[in-house]
């Protein structure tokens, strides 16, 4: 059997199994939802280390444009919760909407998280979409033509790696439409954020957390050197 054809076997497998594959990716963010918590507390951490400046926006009196202005004021307060800050405080950057009656669109710091959350989500539906194939590549391991296949590209997850683009170029709607519906609303921080469970977690608790680490190590230095 040529590559193609291979390829296009494997294609095949993948979109007539939409939901074989929505249960995988479920799977996946369920094993893998400690890891997803530490990275998003963890770039949270990075926008709160040092303090940022905390912003207000006013409007420029202008009738044809509501964009306004965000103008300095102080810093951020730590005695926010983790939703809060994300959806209420500016980061400071403004990008075009190329839209009538709002030039520029004031940034906040939720925007800046769902750029990292859309390369998470997708990761973990590939993680899913993987986890389906090597299962069918497991089962089929009585096929010398296919063994051969996986052989030529060293390993199956090499195999994987290389239909990845086919997959999401050749795979029917039914299978796009299942995975956007189900999985795709994570990439908005405000619905990963409820998922993971951290929305009412305060500002200060995340540096808190640092800084009694580092406290304790210094105490125990201490005693230790007492003894």
């Not at 990963?192 to 125990?220: A, F, H, N, P, S």
């Amino acid at each position: 059997m040529s590559e193609k054809k291979y390829l296009e076997k494997y294609i095949d497998i993948i979109d007539s199994h939409s939901k074989d594959i929505i249960y995988e990716t479920r799977l996946q963010f369920m094993i893998q939802k400690p890891e997803i918590k530490e990275k998003v507390l963890s770039k949270i951490k990075d926008y709160i280390n040092p303090l940022p400046i905390h912003y207000e926006w006013n409007d420029d009196g202008c009738p044809y444009d509501i964009s306004g202005y965000i103008y300095q004021d102080g810093i951020i307060s730590l005695d926010q919760t983790i939703s809060h800050f994300l959806e209420e405080e500016f980061c400071g950057s403004k990008i075009p909407t190329y839209e009538s009656g709002m030039g520029f669109y004031h940034e906040r710091y939720s925007d800046l998280l769902d750029v990292e959350l859309c390369s998470i989500v997708i990761g973990v539906i590939c993680d899913g979409i993987k986890s389906l194939f090597l299962r069918s590549l497991i089962d089929n391991t009585d096929n010398d033509d296919m063994i051969e296949f996986v052989c030529k590209y060293n390993t199956a997850k090499d195999v994987f790696d290389k239909i990845l683009d086919e997959i999401f170029e050749e795979c029917g709607i039914e299978l796009i439409d299942d995975i956007e519906n189900e999985f795709f609303p994570l990439e908005g921080s405000e619905n990963m954020i409820e998922y993971l469970g951290i929305g009412d977690t305060k500002l200060y608790e995340l540096v808190e957390d640092e800084d009694t680490c580092q406290k304790k190590k210094i105490t125990r230095k201490r005693k230790k050197k007492l003894k």
